[in-house]
């Protein structure tokens, strides 16, 4: 049987899972019950696996032939939000809900092991099954990297199922997918006094100001116009009372690009703008700048591979192309040590599921995503391990 239509015949499979997932959400490397699911599903199939990372897992099936090895990752963590939908299925966590479709991830590669498990003849190499903790906080990736998952693995796959695109259409183009993300915060320290008198103090709310507008000449000064970029504060916090010269200033943000160059320039740009405007008030400031994640950046060899898995499953029609995003993906650390491919899976369907976004408290999919996600996880490891046994 062909990929397609094994994945057709496990749909009911899919959808079990899936709704056994979502039904019991876990927070970020807190996935105890979930990694039990995953463990007993590929006992099940009779495949091998291990717990890594605290609350990961890995399976490893082994192709007829020897080859190259290939990494498929699902994340596998919910997120804090109460759900609202009316389900059979609606989570029993309460503050915990599968807003963002890492249900559909996990059973989505679950079931494509199905599918690999019955192909394995077919396979020329090694597939390693990467069911991430903690992509939602970003410490998952870097600690399935950590406990050597990568160490033999030439490439990695991940997905995600989107619902800004329609049910059957896959994206996986070259390049820039999603966007880095850092985060900051400023404190400055300068002198209170009464505000009737501000030539006795140091305003910090003044150096906050003058820090705030002098950030954004970052973007708009020092980057290449044709890299896109942002640095946004959304916290800015100074003073007590309206007669009183503010001691303190406080100033939060995020900063997002594509570029690998741009994004680690960020925090020396941020340092030097905080260090020298704070001097000019006579005040002083402190930066603390952390990476979350890195730009998610695709292979362009992998990409190829890519575009001729989706047409085989779901035709010229599922091939789409589809704009890069600024949200964050872990995902992208593996980018540092293999090559990575990130694709979106449409789940989208407003004709039989009402339309919220990711991370709403009624975010839901059409469920024939993922007998398409399992379809692709499947056909891409095939292809991309006859590619490789070619080379």
């Known amino acids: 049987m062909k990929v397609m239509e094994l994945a057709q015949e496990y749909k009911a499979y899919a ?54 090895t290939l990494a ?21 966590n309460a503050g915990l809900m599968h807003a963002c ?38 410490m998952g990736a870097k600690a399935i990297i950590e406990a050597g998952v990568l160490k033999d693995v030439d490439a990695i796959l991940g997905l995600h199922l989107w619902n800004e695109l329609e049910v059957g259409k896959i994206s996986a183009e070259a390049g820039p997918r999603m966007a880095s993300a850092g985060i900051f915060n400023i404190n400055i320290q300068g002198k209170g006094g009464h505000g009737s008198m501000p030539n006795q103090g140091v305003d910090a709310a003044l150096v906050g100001a003058a820090t705030l507008m002098n950030l954004q000449s970052i973007v708009s000064r020092e980057i290449n116009p044709l890299d896109p970029a ?29 570029n690998l160059e741009v994004n680690d320039k960020f925090e020396e740009q941020i340092n030097r703008v905080v260090e020298y405007t704070a001097k000019a008030y006579n005040a002083t400031a402190v930066l603390d700048y952390t990476q979350l994640v890195l730009p998610t950046i695709n292979n362009k060899e992998l990409s190829a591979i890519a575009h001729t898995s989706i047409k085989k499953i779901l035709g010229e029609e599922g091939d789409t192309d589809f704009e890069k995003t600024t949200g964050g993906e872990d995902f992208s650390y593996y980018g540092k040590y293999v090559k990575t491919l990130f694709a979106f899976v449409g789940c989208r369907n407003e004709k039989k599921i009402e339309y919220h976004p990711h991370h709403h408290s009624q975010f839901n999919i059409d469920e024939e995503a993922l007998v398409n996600s399992a379809a692709f996880y499947a056909q891409f490891a095939i292809d991309f391990l006859k590619e490789a046994g070619n080379d």
């Not at 498929?72 to 029993?92: C, F, G, M, P, T």
């Not at 498990?117 to 990467?130: P, S, T």
């Not at 009183?244 to 690009?257: N, S």
Request: glycine content about 10%; proline content about 1%; overall charge positive.
């Open 15 to 68: 959808s079990n899972i899936r709704r056994t997932i979502h039904k019991n959400p876990e927070a970020s490397m807190k996935e105890y019950e979930t990694q039990k699911t995953i463990i007993k599903a590929l006992e099940a199939m009779g495949i091998d696996s291990k717990k890594v990372a605290g609350t990961g897992v890995v399976g490893i099936i082994e192709g007829k032939k020897k080859g190259k």
């Open 72 to 92: 498929l990752r699902a994340d596998i963590d919910a997120i804090e939000v109460q759900e609202e939908n009316e389900l059979s299925y609606k989570s029993k």
């Open 101 to 138: 479709g890492h249900d559909g991830h996990t059973a989505g590669l679950l079931t494509a092991a199905k599918i690999l498990k019955n192909m394995q003849d077919q396979l020329e190499g090694k597939v390693k099954l990467v069911f991430q903790p903690g992509e939602e906080t970003a």
């Open 230 to 258: 942002v640095l946004s504060v959304g916290i800015f916090k100074a003073g007590t009372l309206f007669n009183v010269i503010a001691d303190k200033a406080y100033l939060e943000g995020t900063t997002r690009c594509f």
